[in-house]
């Protein structure tokens, strides 16, 4: 079964400084990877999927994959407090219709 | 855009009882997800479905029904509450099984 893991747990940054989260995963055929935020109390909000090797940029979101190191991370540009959220990392073996998540990151952003 | 709705959004039940979580959604997607999140640990998918009528299996599916009566709708039961099922339950939505995933904002589950 495919296992999803994040680093850091938790995550604090100030506002305006560049924050990392990385995720890996233990199958090398995935093939579909997402990274979701969600604030408490709401649902997920995907925020870049990605699904060859290289970088991915949506607006201040940018994702990373390298599946030789089975890996995945999320930086996000110019943090914002409203950005403060568990981050989920989603990722879908080859063949396989649905996702396995990541426990999440936690990432505050301090003013 | 579209919006998916579940109900209720706080579930109160008894050990043992057996209990029903609805979702609904208006974007007319073809397939529906429920999934479990629990503090500290990952989403878990326990049933979805790719058409009306249609129930597949997640890893989680032991201990829950599932029932996909129309297109808009997908319901989850709880069939005999347990103390550890303590946890927020998620339902999405997608216009196909690759496709982008739209999630509820979840209905919180305590169990007494």
């Known amino acids: 079964q495919q296992k999803v893991q994040q680093s850091p747990e938790s995550l604090t940054v100030s506002e305006g400084a560049m924050a990392s989260l990385n995720c890996t995963f233990s199958?090398?055929?995935?093939?579909?990877f997402r990274w979701y935020r969600q604030h408490s109390a709401k649902g997920l909000e995907v925020l870049v999927s990605?699904?060859?090797?290289g970088e991915k940029e949506e607006g201040r979101f940018t994702a990373h994959l390298n599946r030789a190191n089975l890996h995945v991370s999320l930086h996000i540009r110019e943090p914002q407090p409203s950005d403060s959220a568990v981050y989920l990392c989603?990722?879908?073996?080859?063949?396989?219709?649905?996702?396995?998540f990541g426990k999440g990151t936690s990432l505050t952003v301090i003013p | 855009g579209g919006i998916i709705t579940q109900t209720p959004k706080f579930l109160i039940g008894q050990e043992g009882q057996k209990l029903t979580l609805k979702c609904q959604q208006n974007?007319?997607?073809?397939?529906m997800y429920w999934y479990r999140q629990d503090s500290g640990k990952g989403l878990r998918l326990i049933y979805y479905?790719?058409?009306?009528?249609?129930?597949q299996k997640g890893d989680l599916s032991e201990g829950y029904d599932a029932s996909r009566e129309k297109k808009s709708s997908f319901s989850l039961t709880v069939t005999s509450a347990q103390k550890n099922e303590m946890a927020v339950f998620l339902c999405?939505?997608?216009?196909?099984?690759?496709?982008?995933?739209?999630f509820g904002p979840g209905t919180r589950l305590t169990v007494l």
């Open positions: 199958d090398g055929t995935s093939n579909n």
């Open positions: 999405a939505s997608s216009m196909g099984q690759y496709a982008e995933q739209f």
């Open positions: 989603a990722v879908s073996p080859t063949g396989y219709q649905n996702f396995y």
């Open positions: 479905s790719i058409t009306e009528n249609d129930l």
């Open positions: 990605i699904f060859s090797d």
């Open positions: 974007f007319n997607h073809d397939t």
